[in-house]
């Protein structure tokens, strides 16, 4: 991912800031510009998660490419945020410590790099709470 | 809207094609199809492409002038157009070659699909799948395509118990039909065993449970129904189509296990056809995943949620049973080149209605395909019925 392409969500990566839309409620993490409930009646501001959540399903990735070669085995998992968006994230913890309904929490961690002279990518992962 | 009906159709043998380059593919499809239909290249009104990522396989973009030129139809500037939408490109295709000739625009039209998937190394081939669902939030955190198609089955073997028999049988029933099918990438039969003991790809999913990495392509005629005759005596129809959209990333569905996009696009197609379930003789859909067979069996409304593991393992699913599954071995043996999937699909579909599938011909006169990008972001359905 450009440099340009990741510092362009840098703040949402780095603290969880999504978006909430104030006409029904809903929120958004990853953040969406637009609701799809509202659309032109919603009305977007941002909003910071509080970080926790709890395992939605989850999968043990044997096989990968690019930056997550080295990291297999490891658990890949949609989480619901209590806020009740959901995302996807790298789970960190034994694999055969992962359970639906498990309660989690964000941590700041590396996420990738720009092969081994570019820039190094850091954001929120997600590790047992 | 016209009527319109497919008058001839090609498709090469599906596999690991080292000899044969990406145009090549294209060209020997689109032969076929024209000798089918007993058509020269300059009847032709318009083309339409289906193809996943050229520009990654083969660093090759503008598809569309690409195909047109190595097929000599650039000469008599015939318009081709490249259509895109992941693994559903064939599929969506298809439609934008109906929409042209039921809309009176063209009358000869040609859909196809093709892509070349061997000339990347299996990592790229990772990364180039993972770009059908969402890089920025999905590719970041680690998803590789088997991952996802694997979330979905731990939620649904969790919700409604699922057995990994049930599963691996997906894959075994349609190695079963891939025998008989002289196009299919794997034309052996495998065992429950052989699913169970093969290596973990992403929990639960296995080897044996994904479909292959393949080279292909596939290519049909369409022609408004009227004419459809001057070409050929077995015209098939297209009696219904059906589009639908749904969220890009997994984890916004609403329901992990439900591909809403399949219950829209399969109902759209349904309503126009004017046709049942139960007239259904058999439906080619995308089972990319054994998981992803099973979930399509149930969001199309042939079974409820949780009963399609059921339906597999008594074999009604088979050819021969209630409602046959894949009777051109399915993505999992006929093999998976992406953007022809869903051309593949129509291309078996018309030969089991024309009657001319031998060894795993399904006697009946409506059939079904359903294509499906992604994770379900996309999915294309259509009936077919004898003219």
Redesign the interface.
């Known amino acids: 991912m450009s440099v340009a392409r990741f510092w362009r969500k840098q703040q949402n990566r780095y603290n969880l800031i999504g978006t909430h839309c104030t006409t029904c409620g809903r929120y958004f993490y990853p953040p969406r510009a637009f609701c799809p409930d509202c659309r032109r009646e919603g009305k977007i501001v941002e909003f910071q998660a509080k970080g926790t959540g709890k395992v939605v399903t989850y999968t043990i990735i044997r096989s990968s490419s690019g930056n997550f070669k080295l990291l297999t085995p490891y658990v890949l998992a949609i989480i619901e945020l209590d806020e009740g968006s959901r995302l996807t994230t790298h789970l960190i913890c034994e694999i055969d410590q992962v359970y639906i309904g498990m309660p989690v929490k964000r941590v700041f961690r590396k996420l990738g790099e720009e092969g081994s002279s570019g820039a190094i990518f850091y954001g929120t992962k997600f590790v047992p709470a | 809207m016209r009527e319109v009906a497919v008058i001839g159709v090609g498709c090469t043998k599906f596999g690991e094609k080292w000899e044969t380059s990406f145009r090549n593919l294209f060209v020997q499809a689109g032969a076929l199809a024209l000798e089918d239909a007993n058509i020269s290249g300059e009847q032709i009104d318009e083309i339409f492409v289906g193809n996943m990522s050229a520009g990654r396989f083969v660093e090759q973009e503008h598809i569309g002038a690409l195909i047109a030129d190595y097929a000599g139809l650039a000469t008599d500037n015939i318009p081709a157009t490249r259509v895109e939408a992941a693994c559903a490109s064939g599929g969506l295709s298809f439609k934008q070659a109906y929409t042209a000739v039921a809309s009176g625009m063209s009358d000869i039209v040609v859909a196809a699909g093709v892509e070349k998937m061997t000339d990347v190394g299996t990592?790229?081939t990772?990364?180039v799948l993972?770009a059908a669902a969402?890089?920025?939030?999905?590719g970041?955190?680690?998803?590789?395509f088997?991952?996802l198609y694997?979330?979905?089955?731990?939620?649904y073997m969790?919700r409604f118990g699922l057995t990994r028999e049930q599963l691996a049988q997906v894959a075994v029933k349609n190695h079963e039909n891939g025998v008989m099918n002289p196009n299919a990438q794997f034309r052996k039969a495998i065992t429950l065993d052989t699913v169970i003991n093969s290596?973990?790809?992403?929990?639960?999913?296995r080897l044996f449970d994904c479909s292959p990495v393949t080279d292909g392509a596939a290519a049909v005629i369409l022609a408004p129904l009227d004419r459809a005759r001057e070409f050929t005596d077995t015209p098939i129809k297209v009696l219904g189509v059906g589009q639908a959209s749904s969220t890009l990333?997994?984890?916004?569905r609403k329901d992990?296990c439900t591909l809403d996009a399949t219950v829209a696009a399969g109902n759209r197609a349904f309503q126009m056809a004017k046709v049942e379930r139960k007239d259904i003789g058999f439906v080619e859909v995308h089972d990319c995943f054994t998981i992803a067979e099973i979930c399509a069996i149930e969001d199309l409304g042939f079974c409820k949620k949780g009963e399609a593991g059921r339906l597999t393992e008594e074999g009604q699913t088979a050819i021969g049973g209630k409602i046959p599954i894949n009777p051109s071995g399915g993505l999992k043996a006929c093999g998976h080149p992406v953007g022809a999937t869903g051309i593949k699909q129509v291309y078996e579909t018309v030969k089991q209605l024309r009657g001319d599938a031998k060894g795993r011909q399904i006697d009946t006169e409506i059939g079904m395909t359903h294509n499906v990008g992604g994770t379900g972001a996309t999915v294309v359905c259509h009936i077919f019925g004898r003219a």
């Open positions: 990592e790229v990772t990364d993972a969402d890089r920025e939030w999905e970041i955190a680690g998803v590789t088997p991952g694997a979330m979905i089955a731990t939620d969790n290596t973990l790809v992403a929990d639960p999913l990333a997994l984890h916004d992990i």
